[in-house]
C-alpha cells in the first residue's frame, strides 16, 4: 500500500529527536483497526479530563462517551507496533456542543475530536516518538489483537498484568471511509493539537446493538475506569483493515487556563 494514491506528492519535513531524524508526516501504509465506544456519566468524564477547560461531547444530556481504540499498525514510516488509544471524545477550546447531534455528526462523518487519556504502545521507538513530539501519554505495554471466529479480541497488559480485554464483533467491510481525528494532549497547562487524515478502503460502523464488551483486570487503569461505570455494551463499533494514516506533527497550541494561542 505504499504507493496508494492517498500517500503520492505528500511533503515532508525533518524533525529532530535528540539527535535522530523523524519525517513527517509519520506515514501509516497498512494497518487494522476495531474501536469500542462506550458512554458513562459526563460527570464522571470529567474526572479523567485535565482541566475544565474541555469539554466532553455528549451523547444525552449528561451522559458522554470513552473510547477504546486498538491499532495493529503492520507497515509505517518508522516501524511496525501495537497501540491502544483510551479516549474521550471531547472540544478545546471549549464551546456549546450539541448533545447527540455533535455526537452522531461526529461517527458519521468521521471526524473525530479526542483527549488522549491513556496511549500504550509495544514499541520503545513509538514511545519515544510519541512522547517527544506529541506529549502523548504513551508506556510500554504487551498489547494483542487476535482473531477468534466472528470476533476480535483485544488484551491490553503491562508486566504481564491484564488492564483490558475487549471482545468485538468483526463487522462487514463493505464501506471505504475518509476519516480525521484532532488529539488534544497536555503538558506544563500547554494544549497541543495534533491532525491525523485516514483512508480507510475497508471499513465498517455500528451503531447500537450489541457489538463490543469489555472486561477489566485489576491494574490501577482497569480500577480508574471501572470506576466511570461504563455501559455494559458499546454505543458503537469501528473496524477497518487495511486502513492509511498520516501522523502530522502538532499544529496549535494553547494555553489550558486562558486558551491563548502559545508560539512554538
Known amino acids: 500500500m505504499r504507493d496508494d494514491l492517498f500517500f503520492k506528492d505528500t511533503p515532508r ?46 451523547i444525552l444530556p449528561g451522559v458522554s462517551m470513552l ?26 477550546p471549549p464551546k456549546f456542543v450539541f448533545p447527540g447531534i455533535s455526537a452522531i455528526s461526529m461517527m458519521l462523518k468521521n471526524s473525530f475530536s479526542v483527549y488522549i ?5 509495544t514499541t520503545k ?27 476480535l479480541e483485544v488484551t491490553l497488559s503491562e508486566e504481564n498484568e491484564l488492564i483490558l480485554k475487549m471482545n468485538a464483533k468483526k463487522l462487514p467491510l463493505n464501506q471505504s471511509a475518509k476519516t480525521e481525528f484532532h488529539t488534544y494532549s497536555i503538558k506544563d497547562n500547554v494544549v497541543m493539537h495534533t491532525r491525523i487524515e485516514g483512508s480507510a478502503p475497508r471499513y465498517g460502523l455500528k451503531m447500537l446493538g450489541n457489538k463490543a464488551e ?8 482497569s480500577q480508574e475506569i471501572a470506576e466511570l461505570n461504563l455501559s455494559k ?14 501522523l502530522y506533527a502538532p ?13 512554538d
Do not use: C
Open 13 to 58: 519535513t525533518t524533525l529532530d529527536m535528540v539527535g535522530e531524524s523523524i519525517e513527517f508526516p509519520i506515514l501509516y501504509y497498512d494497518s487494522r483497526m476495531i474501536n469500542g465506544t462506550f458512554t458513562a456519566k459526563t460527570k464522571k468524564l470529567n474526572k479523567l479530563l485535565p482541566h475544565p477547560n474541555f469539554k466532553p461531547i455528549e
Open 67 to 92: 473510547n477504546i481504540a486498538a491499532l495493529e499498525y503492520r507497515d509505517t514510516s518508522i516501524e511496525p507496533y501495537n497501540e491502544i488509544a483510551i479516549s474521550i471524545p471531547a472540544k478545546f
Open 125 to 151: 521507538m513509538a514511545r519515544k516518538v510519541g512522547v517527544h513530539f506529541f506529549n502523548y501519554p504513551k508506556f510500554l505495554a504487551e498489547i494483542t489483537i487476535q482473531d477468534q471466529d466472528d470476533n
Open 233 to 246: 455494551t458499546s454505543l458503537a463499533v469501528q473496524h477497518t483493515e487495511g486502513m492509511m494514516t498520516k
Open 214 to 221: 469489555l472486561e477489566l483486570g485489576n491494574h490501577w487503569i
Open 117 to 121: 487519556h491513556h496511549l500504550p504502545v
Open 251 to 263: 499544529n496549535q497550541r494553547w494555553n489550558v487556563n486562558t486558551k491563548a494561542i502559545v508560539s
